[in-house]
């Protein structure tokens, strides 16, 4: 299920953001009392931040985002298109949440702004991440190199909308 963050998802954040395998490919954990410390009562509470929650619990965090025009990858001169973010726990690796959860993001994106293609980007190495996008549709756009490695960016270009 996605919904909007909670008070009850923060500890699952600390434990996300602290992660170190999580960390692995987006610049590494952070130190769990500064994420502690820095982290609001609800995180996460804006528009295209979304929990994903399993039998009452988040187990990750999907996020619809402008990418920032300053940033490298783009498909547009000017910058600025959707972009689909995502990080689960651990425990939630390998079971298909991620795929499940960004197929049911992308649906709504689709519907709310049809014919509008959104874009992702992982590190290469990352293949988990590269097998998602696979299964979800992106189809790679260029590949540059940002933060001491390769990255990845792919295009999705909606269907017809569903109903």
Known sequence: M???SEARDRAAFV?????????????GARPRDEIERTMPE????????FVVELDGA????ITL???DAERKGHIRLEGGEPELG??????????????????????????AHPGEPMVLSTQTANEAS?????????????????YGAEQWLGVWFP?????
Request: charged share 20%; net charge negative; aromatic share 14%.
């Open 58 to 61: 988040m187990i990750g965090m």
């Open 86 to 111: 995502y990080m689960f726990l651990p425990q939630a690796w390998g079971h298909g949440y991620a795929t499940e959860a960004c197929a049911a993001a992308l649906n709504w994106f689709a519907n």
């Open 15 to 27: 434990n996300l953001f602290a992660s170190p395998e999580v960390g692995t490919y987006v610049g």
């Open 159 to 163: 269907g017809v909308p569903s109903d």
């Open 65 to 67: 985002d402008r990418r």
């Open 42 to 49: 609800v995180p996460g509470q804006r528009s295209g931040f």
């Open 130 to 146: 590269m097998r998602v996008a696979a299964k979800l549709g992106f189809t790679e756009a260029e590949r540059f190199e940002d």
């Open 2 to 4: 996605l919904r909007e």
